[in-house]
């Protein structure tokens, strides 16, 4: 481990050879030290910016680093180790590190893409029984799970040509399948689950749309981005804002993520008895303990983000991204807690 600053650098040798070196840079109001990662090892180059906050004690949830790749200039920086500076690299490496979610490498690394609709941005995911339905922006696709068969099913959809599918909730009880275009849920159209088009009763969609009110009433911020919930709880992404559990019980939210741009919103959500999982517009994969809010979080890689989630009876996890990827739950989360899910917008 090799840190720089300014003109001073030290070096520090923890099992595997991992380097890193600490730069200044030119004053900015909000930025502090960063940390460029090399790529020994194995280890992706990766840059973090480090914020103010990193020099004081941090909210729980608040980042102060935020991970993107080093440029060339940078993994041309030379390494020199001078000794004096050990302590203050370590302290802020520590700080750092102890504020920031845990990073554990990319999500596509534990993903395999899928060889159906490769060059299409998928916008949402869902299972139904033994089908998976895959929305392309305006288009709708079926396959069953497990195999690699595609069935374009737009022509069964009540919508216009350019309407964009940006939903797909089940309704297991009822056996229905429900269908948002434009992210208006207002508008969603029933159909069967073998996609036939049929008059349902609204109380599947008005209770979405009470929880939807009940979250939004005493939330943190104006606009929810993506939710999951159960019985005991939601899991809440807001636009241009963080990411949060909601307890049933008492009604309160507790911060958990809060990203560093406001612009690496929460795009899809998904729940499982233990674990939350929330897609990011630019922040990666987060996968959330429940009972202790703590976070672990999947890069993006090339700035490949995860539009939409779902997942099966298996311990499948769908990954919506530019492709369809498809991984295990387990790969995700520590051994022995995969356990189903229940998806979410």
Same mark, same amino acid.
């Given at each position: ?6 003109g001073?650098?030290?070096?520090l ?5 991992r ?5 200044d840079?030119? /004053? $900015?109001?909000?930025?502090c030290?960063?940390?460029?990662f ?8 990766? @840059?973090?910016?480090? %914020?103010?906050?990193c020099?004081?004690?941090t909210? *729980?949830?608040?980042?102060?680093c935020d ?16 000794? $004096?500076?050990?302590?203050i ?6 700080c ?5 979610? =845990? ?36 288009? +709708?696709?079926?396959t069953?799970?497990?195999?690699t068969?595609? &069935?374009?099913?737009?022509?069964? +959809? ?27 849920? @207002? ?11 049929? *008059?349902? $009763? ?21 606009s ?15 636009f241009?804002?963080?990411?949060y559990?909601y ?6 939210? @507790?911060?958990?993520?809060? /990203?560093?741009?406001?612009?690496k919103? =929460? ?16 922040d ?7 009972? &202790?809010?703590s976070?672990s979080?999947?890069?993006?890689? *090339?700035?490949?983000?995860? @539009?939409?989630? =779902?997942?099966d009876?298996g ?6 991204a530019?492709?369809l990827?498809k991984?295990? %739950? ?6 022995? &807690? ?8």
């Amino acid at each position: 481990m090799v840190g720089r600053i300014g003109g001073g650098s030290v070096e520090l040798h923890l099992g595997r050879l991992r380097e890193f070196h600490l730069e200044d840079r030119p /004053p $900015e109001p909000s930025l502090c030290p960063r940390l460029v990662f090399h790529p020994a090892a194995g280890m992706p180059p990766l @840059r973090t910016t480090t %914020l103010p906050s990193c020099w004081r004690a941090t909210e *729980h949830g608040e980042r102060c680093c935020d991970f993107t790749y080093a440029s060339d200039r940078e993994m041309s920086l030379p390494f020199t180790r001078s000794k $004096e500076t050990l302590a203050i690299s370590l302290l802020v490496c520590a700080c750092c590190f102890g504020a920031a979610p =845990a990073n554990r490498g990319f999500w596509s690394d534990h993903a395999r893409p899928l060889p159906i609709l490769t060059n299409e941005t998928i916008t949402a995911l869902a299972r139904v029984e033994n089908t998976l339905y895959i929305a392309a922006g305006e288009k +709708l696709f079926i396959t069953k799970l497990g195999g690699t068969g595609l &069935t374009d099913v737009t022509a069964k +959809l009540l919508k216009q040509p350019a309407d964009q599918v940006t939903r797909i909730l089940v309704d297991e009880a009822r056996q229905n399948t429900w269908i948002v275009t434009n992210d208006n849920l @207002r508008l969603a159209e029933c159909y069967s689950f073998s996609l036939q088009a049929k *008059h349902c $009763e609204s109380t599947f969609i008005e209770n979405e749309l009470t929880m939807y009110e009940r979250l939004s009433s005493n939330a943190p911020a104006p606009s929810i981005a993506a939710m999951a919930y159960d019985d005991r709880g939601a899991i809440v992404g807001f636009f241009k804002d963080g990411v949060y559990l909601y307890s049933m019980s008492d009604g309160k939210y @507790r911060l958990v993520f809060k /990203p560093q741009s406001a612009y690496k919103w =929460a795009t899809g959500a998904l729940l499982t008895p233990a674990f939350g999982f929330v897609a990011t517009r630019g922040d990666g994969l987060l996968v959330i303990d429940r009972a &202790t809010g703590s976070v672990s979080r999947f890069l993006d890689k *090339h700035g490949q983000y995860i @539009r939409t989630l =779902a997942v099966d009876d298996g311990g499948n996890l769908y990954i919506g991204a530019f492709g369809l990827y498809k991984a295990s %739950l387990k790969d995700f989360m520590p051994a022995g &807690t995969v356990q189903n899910g229940k998806v979410g917008g």
